[in-house]
């Protein structure tokens, strides 16, 4: 049984992992202005933060077009038995529904799963690299989609953010709007639950130690995770002293393999420079 593995833009997945998978991407869009761009096409994180600096606003993001993920599934519908698709959180996006509408009207939808991540970047990165596992090792859709939909409220996503600037601006983090004036010196962990962002733990000082702080907090958790891989991903400006010393951190849990990305547009445009996140499945 032949399945292809579609995800979009916001799993953020290294270019590697996608090559050796053979996954296709479907970017989300990113509006400067007037101004339209593909999510990891014509764009990067670098020309997102000056945009959004310059205005002193964050860009807007937009799903992928009914046409858009309508011509993707043309693509492989004929070749491939089963197709199975992941999205960034329905509460954050509307990606999900044009997927699945989509997929109705092209009357494919006995041959397409779609999952409904909850999650975004890496979050939903870990579930796609699952699924590209479970696919060599001979299951079905329809066993792969199920396995999936049981990882969901397994997934640990958090990440800290050296200002929360870009959050306030775009509004997506609902507890951010209580931290004002001063407080957005503070440096938040962001904890994806159930396809919602709200801020936890709060800390002070510089971004560099508050790092080691955040992966030591996770302690617990990462104790319990499944030790197949975490990521460690990140939105650009953070050192390689301050990554390897993270790792450093991470090797004591003894995970088969540490995996290293970079957040898109649609996430970075949220985020800003110098956020970092472990990402980790638990047991």
């Not at 939903?124 to 299951?139: N, S, T």
């Not at 990440?159 to 507890?175: E, K």
């Not at 992966?215 to 390689?240: I, M, P, W, Y």
């Amino acid at each position: 049984m032949k399945i292809k593995l579609i995800a979009d833009s916001t799993c953020d997945l290294p270019k590697e992992l996608i090559e050796k998978h053979n996954i296709e991407i479907v970017p989300l869009h990113i509006l400067l202005g007037e101004e339209s761009y593909d999510d990891g096409i014509n764009i990067n994180p670098d020309m997102i933060y000056k945009w959004s600096d310059d205005n002193n606003t964050t860009p807007s993001t937009s799903a992928p077009s009914f046409l858009e993920v309508t011509n993707v599934y043309n693509k492989f519908i004929a070749d491939y038995d089963q197709i199975i698709c992941f999205t960034i959180a329905k509460a954050m996006s509307s990606t999900f529904n044009v997927f699945r509408l989509a997929a109705e009207e092209l009357e494919i939808e006995d041959k397409v799963f779609i999952v409904n991540s909850k999650n975004l970047s890496s979050g939903i990165g870990l579930l796609v690299r699952k699924a590209a596992e479970l696919i060599e090792q001979g299951l079905s859709g329809e066993e792969i989609y199920e396995t999936i939909k049981s990882l969901l409220p397994r997934v640990r996503s958090s990440f800290i953010v050296d200002t929360l600037v870009y959050l306030h601006r775009g509004g997506r983090c609902s507890s951010i709007a209580a931290l004002a004036g001063s407080a957005l010196k503070l440096h938040p962990m962001i904890v994806v639950e159930d396809g919602r962002m709200h801020a936890t733990k709060k800390y002070r000082g510089p971004i560099d130690k508050v790092f080691g702080q955040y992966v030591n907090d996770l302690s617990e958790q990462l104790e319990n995770a499944d030790k197949s891989r975490c990521f460690v991903t990140h939105s650009g400006g953070v050192t390689q002293e301050t990554i390897d010393a993270i790792v450093d951190d991470l090797k004591v849990y003894n995970f088969n393999e540490i995996l290293f990305s970079t957040t898109g547009g649609v996430i970075s445009s949220h985020c800003g420079p110098k956020t970092l996140g472990v990402l980790f499945i638990e047991q």
